[in-house]
């Protein structure tokens, strides 16, 4: 039993799901369920489509390199059945999630940090390079500036 | 889910290139064939200068379908074109190499020697 990757939106296909389809050349590709299946009959670029996990690692939303994601990489070399190592691993692999899990959380936190800190900048420059007052037409006079004071009565202001 | 009037690619080198359906070999009225059920089957068009010729009636073997394939342990296989071997009566392929891939249900159906000669069985 192998738990494979969705070809279209990488996550990950269990055993009775999805379908497999075989191209002439023998490629195979998997499914995960009918929406992927049908995106790649559409010819749909995985990388275009905003919900694949190959449009957020293009997109640097999601992390792409980390030594986590070297656990998970296909070794085509079968091993021999230990039971010490199977143990192990079975202990391992939560560990490793709960790492990978706290990594990129980390990565997703960076990045809102940074793209408000760029919307800050541009922000800033945006007011200091500011657009024409509101009522440019009339020139500088109609500058209108608004004070929290009133203008006082007309029988009260003083005659001039 | 082949029937008679359905094109068949071939996936050796005995000499057809393309096959179409004429009647499927098995129980009565049997209304489609898939991946392993043998098929009677009229060329229509060969390679030339081979020992087949256009127009033969041949027996063939369906390898790939489009229609999908379910497998008891869940996996469902779908295949890009429907395409056959050609075989004589018993079951011993006529050419000499399998081209694409093969599903494995051949090898229980006694197809032993298309399933050895296949690039790539699935």
New interface residues.
């Given amino acids: 039993m192998r738990l494979e990757k969705c070809w279209f939106c990488s996550s990950t296909v269990y055993?009775?799901?999805?379908?497999?389809?075989?191209?002439?050349d023998?490629k195979?590709f998997r499914f995960c369920r009918s929406k992927c299946h049908k995106n790649f009959k559409m010819k749909r670029n995985p990388r275009k489509v905003k919900w694949t996990k190959a449009y957020r690692r293009v997109h640097g939303k999601d992390m792409t390199q980390d030594s986590t994601f070297e656990f998970e990489r296909k070794r085509n070399k079968p091993e021999r059945y230990d039971r010490n190592l199977a143990e192990n691993v079975l202990k391992a692999i939560p560990k490793i999630d709960k790492i990978r899990v706290t990594r990129e959380e980390r990565h997703h936190k960076n990045r809102s940090l940074l793209e408000s800190s760029i919307m800050y900048i541009v922000w800033i420059c945006g007011t200091l390079v500011s657009s024409p007052p509101p009522h440019e037409k009339h020139g500088r006079r109609c500058f209108a500036i608004r004070t929290s004071r009133r203008l006082p009565h007309k029988d009260i202001r003083p005659h001039v | 889910m082949i029937q008679p009037k359905t094109h068949l690619n071939v996936a050796d080198n005995s000499g057809a290139r393309q096959l179409m359906c004429i009647r499927i070999i098995g129980a009565g009225n049997r209304r489609y064939a898939s991946i392993g059920d043998i098929v009677v089957a009229v060329i229509k068009e060969a390679v030339p200068n081979m020992s087949l010729e256009r127009s033969e009636v041949i027996r063939v073997v369906i390898v790939?379908t489009c229609k999908?394939l379910k497998r008891s342990?869940?996996?469902?296989?779908?295949?890009?074109?429907n395409a056959a071997v050609v075989i004589d009566q018993e079951g011993n392929p006529k050419g000499t190499r399998i081209f694409?891939?093969i599903a494995r249900e051949l090898r229980q159906l006694n197809f032993t020697k298309i399933v050895s000669l296949a690039?790539?069985v699935?």
Wanted: cysteine-free.
């Fill in positions: 055993p009775g799901h999805g379908i497999q389809f075989v191209r002439n023998a195979i | 790939r999908e342990n869940g996996m469902i296989i779908q295949y890009d074109d694409g891939a690039p790539e699935l």
